[in-house]
T-cell receptor
Framework: KNEVEQSPQNLTAQEGEFITINCSYS?????LHWLQQHPGGGIVSLFM???GKKKHGRLIATINIQEKHSSLHITASHPRDSAVYIC????????????FGTGTRLQVTL | GAGVSQSPSNKVTEKGKDVELRCDPI?????LYWYRQSLGQGLEFLIY????????KSGLPSDRFSAERTGGSVSTLTIQRTQQEDSAVYLC??????????????FGSGTRLTVV
């Protein structure tokens, strides 16, 4: 079993829909990261959170430390949101290397 | 620089040749990480630098892989005697904080390596 599990693996939505991507992890963490990767593009860090909730524009990320679960929400989705969304957790060691989920491929259509 | 710069962006090499991949982190970022993303697979950790030292190189898949960092800045990942299974996107990330947990990470655009 992977240390970081994401669901769904693939998601297709129509423009304007509310989207939720889930992430569960099984190890102790110091922080959880949501990353975005566009086709052929690099990776952009969306959120880093260790508790509660963060909001940036139409994106909202929440984390429940007790349940070891995080969600990424996209409100009023748009075709430009089409990308792979990756959940990653930072360990508690000094290196804090990231352990990644396998990603959720989101396609938003008109 | 303004971001993490990686070069080359694409590299095609023949099996058995050596390759060098370069990462130029954001100025002042002390922590530098190399990750690999193989086709159809998730990202995996390769090596972590704090300054010029590599306290964690547990992710390097074999002794054909090595990396160094000089001047607390540029890092080079070297793959000797490349194999087809080395084909992947190699990503570099840097952070101003040793653990990356205070300020997060900035990723480069990656080097796509194809071994033919």
């Amino acid at each position: 079993k992977n240390e970081v599990e994401q669901s769904p693996q693939n998601l297709t939505a129509q423009e304007g829909e509310f989207i939720t991507i889930n992430c569960s992890y099984s190890v102790g963490i110091s922080a959880l990261h949501w990353l975005q990767q566009h086709p052929g593009g690099g990776i952009v860090s969306l959120f880093m959170l260790s508790s509660g909730k963060k909001k940036h524009g139409r994106l909202i990320a929440t984390i429940n430390i007790q349940e070891k679960h995080s969600s990424l929400h996209i409100t009023a989705s748009h075709p430009r949101d089409s990308a792979v969304y990756i959940c990653a957790v930072g360990g508690t060691g000094t290196a804090s290397k990231l352990t990644f989920g396998t990603g959720t491929r989101l396609q938003v259509t008109l | 620089g303004a971001g993490v710069s990686q070069s080359p962006s694409n590299k095609v090499t023949e099996k058995g040749k050596d390759v060098e991949l370069r990462c130029d982190p954001i100025s002042g970022h002390t922590a530098l990480y190399w990750y690999r993303q193989s086709l159809g697979q998730g990202l995996e950790f390769l090596i972590y630098f704090q300054g010029n030292s590599a306290p964690d190189k547990s992710g390097l898949p074999s002794d054909r892989f090595s990396a160094e960092r000089t001047g607390g800045s540029v890092s080079t990942l070297t793959i000797q005697r490349t194999q087809q299974e080395d084909s992947a996107v190699y990503l570099c990330a840097s952070s101003p904080h040793p653990s990356g947990q205070r300020y997060g990470y900035t990723f480069g655009s990656g080097t796509r390596l194809t071994v033919v």
